[in-house]
């Protein structure tokens, strides 16, 4: 159980009561509970890749093969992970606050299945539940919704579980186990090996027949989605003060996310971030005022907002 120092809770519980504006931050943290990794530090590694490296256009572009089965594969664990309590809170704090609005960083859609409620969540980094066409040009075809595992044959995922498994019973893990004389896999364990695929293996886009699909999550370099932005924008921008931002489970070292510390502190807020690691500051460092909740989200968020 994390101890949680008293006063501090206190001294939040009396703030947040006063409180009228409200952001929070997300980060991968707080899906850890939840079973699903996080990007930087331990488990941040897909097979021998580093994640971060898979989520760039050009690891795209060099193997798109690969980089669909990182991203089939955490389709697959996402949808078989389970929102935690955090989640939950956040989602509860939203209905009760109207004043409250949640950047997601996150891509898995567990707030989304704790119902938060949707136009107060803003998805900074888009969803692996949507697809678009990798063609932004000429076909523009998305981001559409999409739920389908496997979302094409070749790219079912072998789940580790014997054949007789639901999930092979459905058929999620029938392609490796014939590759693989339906020996036990998990496509996450580098010493699995991985099939080589080829473009036309993969999800094309059903509106050109001629593009592949992408997951519609933004990748390094990319802009945020303009309407995300905007309304963050508007939100930060409204002449009342801000009066907290709950930074939980995110390093605080991609942009502009990281960035809207600063911007919500620049309109009064003051900063409480929730994190497994103290060093996991938020971008400006500490201030006065500040309050660190150290531990697992899963077990701090809740009693924060209750
Ligand atoms: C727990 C826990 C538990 C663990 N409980 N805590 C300004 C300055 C410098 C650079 C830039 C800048 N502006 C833009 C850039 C470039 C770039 C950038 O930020 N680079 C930096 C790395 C320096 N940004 C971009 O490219 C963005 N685009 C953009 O700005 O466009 C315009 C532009 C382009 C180019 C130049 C200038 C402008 C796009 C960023 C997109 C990020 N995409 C990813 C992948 C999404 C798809 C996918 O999921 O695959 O988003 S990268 C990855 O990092 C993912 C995450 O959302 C994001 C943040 O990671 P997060 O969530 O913080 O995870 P971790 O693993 O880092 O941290 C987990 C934390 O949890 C840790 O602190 C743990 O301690 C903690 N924890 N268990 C509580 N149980």
């Not at 664990?77 to 960083?105: C, D, I, V, W």
Request: glycine share 8%.
């Amino acid at each position: 159980d994390a101890v949680i120092d008293k006063e501090r809770m206190d001294s939040f519980h009396a703030h947040l009561s006063k409180s009228t504006r409200v952001l929070s931050l997300l980060g991968a943290g707080l899906s850890a509970t939840s079973g699903l990794p996080t990007f930087r530090g331990a488990g941040g590694l897909w097979r021998t890749h580093d994640s971060i490296s898979l989520a760039t256009p050009e690891a795209f572009d060099a193997n798109p093969g690969l980089v669909w089965q990182f991203y089939s594969y955490r389709r697959h664990m996402a949808m078989q992970a389970q929102p935690n309590a955090a989640h939950y809170a956040l989602a509860e704090l939203s209905r009760k606050m109207p004043g409250f609005m949640t950047l997601s960083q996150n891509v898995d859609g567990l707030s989304q299945r704790a119902d938060h409620p949707r136009e107060q969540l803003q998805l900074l980094h888009g969803t692996l539940f949507e697809v678009r066409c990798m063609d932004r040009d000429v076909c523009r075809y998305g981001p559409e919704a999409n739920f389908t595992d496997p979302i094409c044959p070749a790219l079912a995922i072998p789940t580790g579980a014997d054949p007789t498994s639901n999930e092979a019973r459905k058929g999620i893990s029938e392609y490796l186990h014939t590759k693989h004389q339906g020996k036990d896999l998990d496509i996450s364990d580098a010493a699995v090996p991985l099939p080589d695929l080829a473009p036309e293996d993969l999800p094309i886009c059903p509106q050109c027949k001629k593009h592949l699909l992408r997951p519609g999550v933004v990748w390094f370099g990319e802009s945020l989605p303009s309407e995300v932005l905007q309304t963050v924008d508007d939100f930060i921008n409204q002449p009342e003060k801000i009066d907290i931002i709950i930074v939980i489970g995110t390093s605080a070292k991609v942009y502009p996310a990281a960035g809207y510390i600063e911007e919500a502190r620049d309109k009064g807020a003051r900063v409480c971030v929730v994190n497994m690691d103290e060093n996991d500051r938020p971008s400006g460092g500490w201030e006065e005022g500040d309050w660190f909740f150290k531990g697992d989200a899963a077990q701090i968020v809740p009693r924060l907002l209750e």
